[in-house]
Nanobody, 115 residues
Framework: VQLVESGGGLVQPGGSLRLSCAAS????????MNWYRQTPGKERDLVAS????????HYADFVKDRFTVFRDNVNNTLYLQMNNLKPEDTGRYYC?????????WGQGTQVTVSS
């Protein structure tokens, strides 16, 4: 199993980023997927979840109406569109299948929101 996150970077408050997670080594289309965020010294927080079909989503309150999670089951890629970014969104973002696949993590991608 391999999960490769990308798309992070430095952005000013109010800006946007789109994160990607390229998945391989498992049947991506059959798994719900999650985005997590971690800041130094803290545990990973669940940011967003998406069902295997992409029809059902769940967002943490702190990102509702700003972030959108979606997927491409043909190309085995998960996305996180982040708009109106705030300094408190700074952290390392990871994708994860959850459930029995929850032990697999990528290297994450760093998002820094700062002026």
């Amino acid at each position: 199993v391999q999960l490769v996150e990308s798309g992070g970077g430095l952005v000013q408050p109010g800006g946007s980023l789109r994160l990607s997670c390229a998945a391989s080594g498992f049947t991506f289309s059959q798994w719900a997927m999650n985005w997590y965020r971690q800041t130094p010294g803290k545990e990973r927080d669940l940011v967003a979840s998406l069902s295997s079909t992409g029809r059902n989503t769940h967002y943490a309150d702190f990102v509702k109406d700003r972030f959108t999670v979606f997927r491409d089951n043909v190309n085995n890629t998960l996305y996180l569109q982040m708009n109106n970014l705030k300094p408190e969104d700074t952290g390392r973002y990871y994708c994860n299948p959850g459930g029995s696949m929850g032990r697999y993590w990528g290297q994450g991608t760093q998002v820094t929101v700062s002026s």
